[in-house]
């Protein structure tokens, strides 16, 4: 028993360690391969649900092939921060107007995500749900972020971007 609780210890502790830094660069990684399918005509399967969803916010001022450019571009530089661990901040503000970009097409496209038999998601739903995640996924790694720290003052500046902090306390 004390040697499963070593083990058990053990694990705690490299989860501690490596789990946020991990979930950085899967979720980068992800961005990053989905932003650059985007950048290849016909091969993302929600193209063209990008597009008409910037044309729909956008007003029409957008035109589609500078949307799905755009929202590579974006995607990538999401991707290539959270890879790097550079930049932090400035990728969580781009995963910000991000999520409007997703709440969009729920809000706006809900028949077209949804039209699977008994209202089941679509691929393009399956997709959008897949960006809910991500997004949660990034807000993870935000809250690592030195100054986003709950109970913390400025006691967080010893966090190093992207990591979590181990240090977490109750106060009462």
Request: charged residues 15%; positive net charge; hydrophobic residues 50%.
């Given at each position: ?6 083990l058990?210890e053990?694990?705690n502790?490299f989860?501690?360690?490596h789990s946020?830094r991990?979930?950085r660069?899967v979720v980068?990684l992800v961005?990053?391969?989905f ?9 993302s399967?929600?193209e063209g649900?990008t597009?008409?969803t ?5 007003f029409?001022?957008?035109p ?12 990538c530089?999401?991707g ?9 901040r ?7 107007g991000?999520?409007i970009?997703?709440?969009a097409?729920?809000?706006?496209f809900?028949g077209r995500l949804?039209?699977?038999p008994?209202?089941?998601p679509?691929?393009?739903g399956q ?7 991500l997004?949660?996924?990034?807000l993870v790694?935000?809250?690592?972020l030195?100054g ?7 006691a967080?500046?010893?966090?190093r971007r992207g990591?979590?902090r ?5 106060r009462?």
């Amino acid at each position: 028993m004390r040697a499963l609780q070593k083990l058990d210890e053990a694990i705690n502790r490299f989860l501690l360690a490596h789990s946020i830094r991990l979930l950085r660069i899967v979720v980068g990684l992800v961005f990053l391969a989905f932003g650059l399918l985007k950048f290849f005509p016909g091969v993302s399967p929600v193209e063209g649900l990008t597009i008409k969803t910037i044309d729909t916010v956008s007003f029409g001022l957008v035109p589609g092939g500078v949307a799905i450019v755009l929202a590579a571009c974006s995607e990538c530089i999401i991707g290539l921060l959270l890879i790097s661990g550079r930049w932090l901040r400035i990728a969580i503000y781009l995963l910000a107007g991000q999520l409007i970009g997703i709440l969009a097409p729920l809000v706006l496209f809900t028949g077209r995500l949804f039209a699977g038999p008994h209202h089941a998601p679509t691929l393009e739903g399956q997709y959008v749900i897949k960006d809910l995640i991500l997004v949660a996924a990034g807000l993870v790694v935000a809250s690592t972020l030195p100054g986003l720290t709950p109970g913390s003052d400025s006691a967080s500046t010893d966090t190093r971007r992207g990591q979590a902090r181990t240090d977490w306390t109750v106060r009462g």
